[in-house]
């Protein structure tokens, strides 16, 4: 009897938190549990955007429910990721550090960008279309609009601005006027603007819509009107009938639920700016989204293809020297089997490694000079499909640091949160890198790697050492530099 094992997608949103389970049978996704709770993060950010203790215990009591359900998965079947509110909250770190006490999974925090993507894969593995698709996103904090056709996108965006957020600033009594709603869609078209004439430019035949804000709308739409489709009119209708309500209390419609009304307003008026920016003639409901795409990629084995094709992509568009880049991945190939053991790396950790080989002389395009600077402002600012931003942090610091002063001043605190297991890896992409300095295989020395918890022996072959004094001179100069990571490179003395 075939069996098929389960696998989970978790989805930290600003409004709400998502729990998905599904199998893969003969290709398809089969879903078999589905779990939502209001937790209302983006309400609990004050004014400098620390997170509220209330916010972080209802986050904290859900996720310890959505352990119970997961109990019986391993780290590998269950992906989370947290969205706008937990990217942007201050206080981020104090949060990870009490969700790690109560839920055993590991938390990413993705990039605006990132989440676009996701929201795409979702839709188009649900709706196969010949069509070029626009595809709009409205969660608690912010807004995803992605152009793409079948499974690539074309254009990604995530705006700050979501039906939390904005009902909180124009509608926090639940009191829905004219003259608010007017206030609150040209908040929500100032901030459309920026990209409406590229998205415009770009075009597409279709308009899908996802989330629970633009579900809510097509329900009401189909209650109200027997309207299928959004448009800007259905829109402008259902607006009139809030006003005219003057509270969501009194509508008693049955596509409105009590839990939307303190964000349907600022939703409504978010939908309506993008229709009038973008100029859409109508828009059909998907109820596929983030958490569909991200079980899509876990079914397909796909996280680490994604990544690789973006490294490829950034360093094809930076015209990188491939062969160079190469020759580095094959050291630190070896380096990584010498020491892995002592020092517990994974296969992640030598995929990050190898991404930073082949990507650490982007900065040649701006200057010679200050070239891992540039390298590193880059990496970090690039888009990177695929990658988290805890990944591209800590790709962009190793790239920023591969050579000359290392600077904890300029570590980010998530560098500084396990700085042991950075130097760990900087360390043995600096050497990598300096071993082909001169960029000619055939003078690569052979040598051994020894590690102990802060320390590396470097050993190369007899008298090897005494011949290049250069490269003597260059490692006593790293032998400096490492002190900063408290780290110590030990090798023969010459002479």
């Known amino acids: 009897m075939t069996t098929y094992p389960s696998?989970?997608?978790?989805?930290?949103?600003?409004?709400?938190?998502?729990?998905?389970?599904?199998?893969?049978?003969?290709?398809?996704?089969?879903?078999?549990?589905?779990?939502?709770?209001?937790?209302?993060?983006?309400?609990?950010?004050?004014?400098?955007?620390?997170?509220?203790?209330?916010?972080?215990?209802?986050?904290?009591?859900?996720?310890?429910?959505?352990?119970?359900?997961?109990?019986?998965?391993?780290?590998?079947?269950?992906?989370?990721?947290?969205?706008?509110?937990?990217?942007?909250?201050?206080?981020?770190?104090?949060?990870?550090?009490?969700?790690?006490?109560?839920?055993?999974?590991?938390?990413?925090?993705?990039?605006?960008?990132?989440?676009?993507?996701?929201?795409?894969?979702?839709?188009?593995?649900?709706?196969?279309?010949?069509?070029?698709?626009?595809?709009?996103?409205?969660?608690?904090?912010?807004?995803?609009?992605?152009?793409?056709?079948h499974l690539d996108h074309k254009l990604l965006t995530s705006r700050n601005i979501g039906c939390v957020t904005l009902s909180n600033g124009y509608f926090q009594d639940l009191k829905m006027t004219a003259k608010r709603f007017a206030k609150a869609e040209i908040k929500a078209e100032q901030n459309i603007e920026a990209i409406s004439a590229s998205y415009r430019k770009a075009g597409w035949q279709t308009c899908i819509g996802t989330s629970g804000t633009i579900k809510t709308l097509s329900a009401i739409a189909q209650e109200l009107f027997a309207q299928d489709t959004l448009t800007l009119a259905v829109l402008e209708q259902i607006k009139q009938r809030l006003i005219e309500a003057d509270s969501p209390h009194t509508l008693n419609l049955k596509a409105l639920p009590e839990e939307r009304y303190a964000s349907i307003a600022g939703g409504l008026a978010i939908l309506i700016g993008a229709f009038r920016q973008l100029n859409i003639d109508e828009l059909t409901y998907c109820d596929n989204s983030l958490r569909e795409g991200l079980l899509q990629e876990m079914a397909q084995n796909d996280e680490f293809d994604i990544r690789t094709r973006t490294i490829s992509a950034v360093g094809d568009h930076y015209a990188v020297d491939k062969q160079h880049a190469e020759h580095i991945c094959e050291t630190l190939n070896q380096m990584v089997d010498m020491v892995r053991q002592n020092w517990a790396l994974s296969e992640f950790d030598l995929q990050m490694l190898r991404w930073a080989a082949r990507l650490h002389e982007v900065g040649l395009a701006i200057n010679s000079s200050g070239i891992h600077k540039h390298s590193g402002y880059i990496v970090l600012n690039a888009q990177l499909p695929g990658f988290t931003q805890e990944q591209q942090q800590l790709l962009g610091t190793l790239i920023r640091f591969h050579r000359k002063k290392i600077k904890r001043t300029e570590l980010s605190t998530m560098v500084e949160a396990d700085l042991t297991h950075f130097a760990r890896l900087l360390t043995l992409l600096r050497l990598a890198i300096l071993v082909h300095q001169k960029r000619q295989i055939d003078q690569v020395a052979k040598f051994t790697l020894e590690a102990m918890d802060d320390s590396l022996l470097l050993t190369f072959e007899p008298d090897w050492l005494a011949q290049h004094s250069l490269f003597v001179a260059d490692l006593q100069q790293e032998q400096a530099y490492w002190k900063t990571l408290n780290m110590t490179l030990m090798f023969p003395s010459v002479g």
């Open 7 to 149: 696998i989970a997608a978790v989805d930290l949103g600003s409004n709400s938190f998502h729990l998905v389970v599904a199998r893969e049978v003969d290709g398809r996704l089969q879903l078999l549990h589905k779990e939502k709770q209001r937790v209302f993060l983006a309400a609990g950010l004050d004014e400098q955007f620390n997170l509220s203790e209330e916010a972080i215990e209802r986050a904290l009591h859900v996720l310890q429910q959505f352990a119970a359900t997961l109990q019986d998965f391993d780290k590998h079947s269950v992906q989370v990721v947290a969205t706008y509110t937990l990217r942007n909250c201050r206080n981020i770190r104090d949060f990870l550090a009490r969700a790690k006490k109560v839920f055993p999974f590991k938390i990413n925090v993705i990039s605006g960008q990132e989440e676009a993507r996701l929201i795409y894969q979702g839709v188009a593995n649900h709706i196969h279309s010949e069509d070029n698709r626009l595809v709009i996103d409205i969660g608690g904090g912010s807004t995803e609009l992605i152009i793409g056709k």
